[in-house]
């Protein structure tokens, strides 16, 4: 079965970092692209970040730039989201999900994990 494990959310400080981890298993990992999503209170779920051992890395949002970065290890089927100079407006439910290529549509989603950023 395919799954997806995200973890590294918390409580964090604006300005601080925290580092996310999705574990994957269940496929071939470099057959497949791996995303961040995250899900604010009250808004739509939104692409962040998405790397492929094909095409690299792409951006879904550019509100992100310089201070995201993702990252993926193959040997451990793991991929990362690096969130540094945190703000407020990152706080949501962080997810990652699989596609075949960075499309933005996901065939397999993993369970979130909560990052909360205190003013």
């Known amino acids: 079965d395919v799954q997806l494990q995200a973890s590294g959310g918390g409580l964090v400080q604006a300005g601080g970092s925290l580092r996310l981890s999705c574990a994957a298993s269940g496929f071939i990992f470099d057959d497949y692209s791996i995303a961040w999503y995250r899900q604010a209170p009250g808004k739509e779920r939104e692409g962040i970040l998405c790397i492929s051992s094909r095409e690299g890395i792409t951006y879904y949002s550019d509100s992100v730039k310089g201070r995201f970065a993702i990252s993926s290890d193959s040997s451990k089927n793991t991929v990362y989201l690096q969130m540094n100079s945190l703000t407020a407006e990152a706080t949501a439910v962080y997810y990652c999900?699989?596609?075949?290529?960075?499309?933005?549509?996901?065939?397999?989603w993993g369970h979130g994990t909560q990052v909360t950023v205190s003013s």
């Open positions: 999900g699989a596609e075949h290529y960075c499309s933005g549509y996901p065939g397999y």
